[in-house]
């Protein structure tokens, strides 16, 4: 019963009617099951500026065809211009690469807004990663006040054989005294201007790092974790700018979901290389597969993007806590859970109250239309309203997020939505739809301008039977707001 619960979640959250209509800022483009290119509303346009195998360039003049799976994109202004600027973009890669360096990576370059149109100016250049041992599956990250790059290592082996085996990585020798293997899993520094790493920041614990915001005090910093379980992390510098000393700690929902607290987890050397079980351990809360976080004022929103099915046995004989939303609707037998849909979370910073925002599920109104998996999330803010623009990553259909026939094609689609914050209690009516994707791929990396005017936004492993440019990663720009 608790599965059809989960199951129907979003179809009864629609009849709800006592709340304000979401403003509309675009006409919403509609569900196209057949789509080989990017659709967006009438009145936009889309440049591509950056596609796998673009010639790059290293810091020791090597030119080299770009890596793939481009993921978060960075604006970095220049002279606080919004249409002046670098991008940084994250590869999410486990490759071996002689010429850029094995696993993930990163690109740079600057780009200009002119007569109405984006233009890269000068070189790509390839981020030079060999200072920390490469790296491995950048996925998200964040600008820090300094103008430095916190980027994600969401995935990392589990031995010195499983580099070579399962990724083709050849060079397994230690770094720095350790095992190779252990050099993955970390948030790393980095310098964009330079295109070089800083450092691995080792005291913000080893996992699956998803995504990373810094706030504007300049000392603290969110992450979420892309596991099973995810532990929401917080991280407290002693000194303004200097991610690389000070305190990390869990988050722990009260048992009414009403407040929190945060709790210090140990900083020495084996709990941090271990810090989810280590957390999991001091009773804190424990999510499915959380994605990316994002601060609107006073609030962080985190994209939550379930699984099918997920045992937490261990971790509650362990001491781990379910989120109390995920006891209420995901829960089926024992300690199994069911979600196949995902969610966006709230948590209050002035309170610690964690609460569910929106959750997936399919659309009252249309059956066509399944809000599945949100992953890749930003905000703007136009009109003086706030929005979240949050991407989807259905994983080949896996939450049932499109037709039978599309299905049954083995074909994944993705969507972009727009959802207005000044509605209380949102409901699957109040996305409006603003892309859909190339076959295959998934909506990432979004970053706006400081304007609002312009939206990136990675392309990331479409299908390579699409025509070009979408048969492979890109970023592209998007105007016309």
């Known amino acids: 019963m608790k599965n059809l619960f989960c199951l129907s979640l979003g179809l009864a959250l629609a009849s709800c009617n006592t709340r304000p209509t979401s403003s509309t800022l675009f006409k919403p483009v509609a569900i196209n099951y057949n789509n080989r290119t990017v659709l967006i509303p009438d009145g936009f346009k889309y440049k591509v500026l950056f596609s796998e195998g673009d010639t790059v360039v290293t810091n020791s003049g090597i030119h080299a065809p770009a890596k793939g799976s481009h993921d978060m994109v960075i604006y970095i202004p220049i002279d606080s211009s919004s249409e002046h600027g670098y991008l940084y973009v994250n590869h999410e890669e486990h490759k071996p690469n002689a010429l850029l360096g094995d696993g993930g ?9 002119e007569q109405n149109e984006w233009k890269v100016i000068g070189d790509f250049h390839s981020v030079d990663f060999s200072k920390v041992g490469q790296t491995f599956r950048n996925c998200g990250g964040t600008l820090t006040p300094n103008g430095t790059i916190l980027t994600t290592e969401e995935e990392f082996p589990l031995s010195n054989t499983e580099i070579n085996s399962n990724f083709g990585i050849t060079d397994t020798s230690d770094f720095e005294g350790e095992k190779k293997f252990l050099n ?29 915001q810094c706030m504007p005090d300049g000392k603290t910093l969110y992450m979420t974790a892309d596991n099973k379980p995810a532990i929401i992390f917080k991280f407290v510098a002693k000194e303004k700018g200097n991610y690389n000393d ?4 869990a988050y722990q929902q009260t048992d009414d979901a009403q ?3 945060w709790i210090e987890l140990a900083m020495q050397k084996d709990s941090l290389l271990n810090i989810i079980d280590v957390a999991v351990r001091k009773k804190a809360s424990m999510f499915i597969s959380n994605e990316w976080i994002e601060a609107v004022d006073d609030k962080l929103y985190i994209t939550e993007s379930g699984t099918n099915e997920f045992d937490f046995n261990n971790e509650i004989a362990m001491g781990g806590k379910p989120a109390k939303h995920l006891n209420e609707l995901c829960r089926t037998t024992g300690n199994n859970y069911r979600d196949p849909f995902g969610r966006i979370l709230e948590l209050d910073l002035k ?23 949100p992953d890749a999330m930003t905000s703007v803010t136009m009109g003086g309203k706030h929005y979240l623009v949050i991407s989807e990553d259905t994983h080949g259909n896996k939450n049932g997020s499109a037709s039978a026939a599309v299905v049954a094609r083995n074909e994944t689609y993705n969507e972009v939505f727009f959802l207005d914050l000044s509605i209380q209690n949102p409901t699957l009516e109040d996305l409006q739809r603003f892309m859909m994707a190339p076959e295959g791929c998934e909506t990432t990396g979004n970053m706006f301008t400081p304007d609002g005017k312009t939206y990136f936004v990675s392309i990331q492993h479409p299908s390579a039977t699409n025509p070009a440019p979408f048969n492979k990663s890109s970023v592209i720009a998007i105007t016309g707001f």
């Open 259 to 261: 407040s929190g607290s």
């Open 351 to 373: 309170t610690n109250k964690l609460r569910v925002l929106l959750n997936g599920g399919v659309s009252k109104k249309d059956s066509m239309f399944c809000f599945s998996s």
């Open 184 to 212: 993955y899993g970390w948030m790393i520094e980095v310098d964009p201007i330079k295109h070089q790493v800083i450092r691995k920041m080792k005291n913000l614990g080893r996992y699956r790092h998803e995504d990373a």
């Open 105 to 113: 990576g990163g690109t740079v370059f600057e780009v200009k807004r």
């Open 246 to 249: 000070g305190q990390l700690y």
